[in-house]
């Protein structure tokens, strides 16, 4: 194949132009930064298909961008067109290629690892997989995969030099969400997206265009926890000394933390919030997300009490949060006790991206759609054989920090993993303890996000503005585990009734050089293991 550029693949919808000349909208796409044209013409005849592809290429040859035809080898041929594009149901790939002169370039949509094994396999140049998200475009025959579900995929390809290109509701609001959350564990990544109707339907689609390419390109140049370039604390001591410098910056800077949280430990997470010297917000309406996100540190979605209000909420929340840079914790509780807890958890997992995911072996099993660990509603029945492999994989998967929590509290990034043995049994007997963390985990998260990026305006293409998220975890853990050690050698702790106030009163009196004493951090290594 004649190697092109599919960063920012335009397919055609006439439909959707709403009364614009269709070789206008053309032109200023192609002004806007598109980089490779589709012609899909699903219910012309043979005569009109013909004259606007004619009259498609001779645009696309001005700008010298390519141009692909969608089902019609006649037409491509007729027209002198790039390549085609196939569905499953159309003529297999080894017959099209030797219709097609050489060099011509043949794609091809999938929509699952079989597919696309078919299609490596066929000699396929480009896969369009999808759709990850519905489209008012195309009536689909298959379910959405989401983001979640282009990284198996995507690790199929892995040795080849086939392209990947996602297609499905593409927009410029969830294109960073997709290129952010769409990478296999091996760090195979998109090589474009297709486009739609946020160019086409677009009243001006030579800036929608030029939108869409510069998240794109900025996605692509992002430095990850999973890039070789990214540089993350070196040394057991130095992630110490992070999380103690955080742990000051949560007291002098006050972060504003909206936690959309269980109403069973409401209080408690509030009260545990202002003990570390943050500031809390409890709002669940779904109007308030787009002001809130603009206004806090952090975002914790925990999925512990589950209504109306709040389901709405927690997709908005997250999804403003994405576009504000601000970290989004999600604690996942209970999700194995139900299908719609399950079912509902995916859906907000493919409209944004989490910044730290907690849950206990469970909870972690269920989201991993692992079957080595058993839940019973919100607690946890056994653990991992391989914990170390479990949760790094898992972070590579979920592109985030991975924090499971249990007698010793293992936290990932994708590149390594640190144990945690500081608790008291007695945190495990109240109710709440495990939420009360996930508060823990946001103010830590604001505040080392704030510190890393005063002046920093350098944030297109990421989903959080930076900081050194993984030791703010370590940092939570440390916090409420170590503060949890301090509250039941008090001579007024005499139970479960009375550890609970005292724990709280332990995190406000927490100090640095406490948590330095006794924190019992360690980092291990492990070759990952078919864990996820």
């Not at 006439?14 to 930064?33: M, N």
């Not at 925990?302 to 949060?321: H, P």
Request: hydrophobic share 40%.
């Amino acid at each position: 194949m004649d190697r092109i550029d599919l960063s920012l693949y335009l397919v055609t919808d006439r439909s959707l132009l709403a009364g614009k000349d269709f070789l206008e909208t053309l032109e200023q796409a192609l002004l806007g930064g598109v980089t490779v044209v589709q012609i899909r013409e699903k219910t012309s005849d043979t005569a009109e298909f013909l004259q606007l592809a004619q009259e498609s290429k001779t645009l696309c040859d001005r700008y010298e961008i390519p141009l692909i035809i969608n089902d019609r080898i006649d037409i491509a041929l007729a027209v002198n067109a790039r390549g085609v594009h196939l569905g499953q149901s159309d003529m297999p790939i080894g017959i099209a290629r030797r219709l097609m002169p050489a060099g011509s370039i043949i794609g091809i949509s999938c929509n699952s690892l079989d597919e696309v094994r078919r299609a490596r396999d066929a000699g396929a140049d480009y896969i369009g997989l999808g759709a990850v998200w519905e489209t008012q475009t195309k009536r689909l025959t298959k379910p959405p995969i989401g983001v979640r579900g282009l990284g198996v995929m995507l690790e199929a390809l892995d040795g080849s030099d086939i392209k990947a290109v996602a297609i499905g509701g593409i927009k410029s609001t969830n294109l960073a969400r997709l290129m952010h959350g769409s990478w296999s564990q091996t760090n195979h990544g998109l090589d474009g997206v297709a486009v739609v109707s946020d160019i086409v339907a677009s009243p001006e689609p030579k800036k929608a265009a030029q939108i869409l390419k510069s998240i794109f390109m900025a996605c692509k140049t992002a430095v990850s926890p999973f890039d070789r370039s990214f540089t993350s604390p070196r040394s057991r001591d130095e992630i110490l000394d992070n999380v103690l410098n955080i742990m000051s910056s949560v007291r002098t800077r006050s972060p504003l933390v909206h936690q959309i949280t269980n109403v069973v430990v409401s209080n408690q997470s509030a009260n545990i919030t202002l003990a570390m010297g943050a500031s809390p917000i409890m709002a669940t309406a779904p109007e308030e997300m787009s002001d809130l996100a603009k206004l806090s540190g952090a975002l914790l979605v925990n999925i512990g009490t589950l209504r109306a209000e709040s389901l709405e909420g927690m997709s908005k929340g997250g999804y403003f949060a994405n576009a504000s840079k601000t970290p989004v914790i999600l604690d996942p509780v209970g999700i194995g006790a139900s299908d719609f807890r399950k079912s509902f958890v995916n859906e907000i997992l493919n409209c944004w991206q989490p910044s730290v995911i907690k849950g206990n072996a469970g909870e972690l099993a269920v989201l991993a759609g692992s079957s080595e660990a058993a839940s019973r509603g919100v607690d946890s029945l056994g653990g991992f054989q391989h914990p170390v492999s479990f949760v790094k994989q898992l972070a590579r998967k979920e592109r985030c920090i991975i924090l499971l929590t249990g007698e010793t509290d293992y936290i990932s990034d994708g590149r390594r993993v640190l144990l945690l043995k500081n608790g008291d049994p007695m945190l495990g007997q109240i109710t709440g303890s495990g939420c009360m963390l996930g508060s823990c985990i946001a103010a830590y998260c604001a505040a080392a996000n704030a510190s890393a990026n005063e002046g920093n305006h350098e944030l297109e293409g990421k989903l959080t503005r930076g900081g050194d998220l993984l030791s703010a975890t370590v940092g939570a853990v440390l916090t409420l585990t170590i503060a949890s050690e301090l509250a039941r050698k008090r001579e007024d702790v005499r139970g479960i009734g009375t550890f609970l106030p005292a724990l709280i009163d332990e995190v406000a009196a927490l100090r640095p050089e406490t948590v330095r004493r006794l924190a019992r951090v360690e980092e291990v290594e492990e070759t990952l293991t078919n864990a996820v």
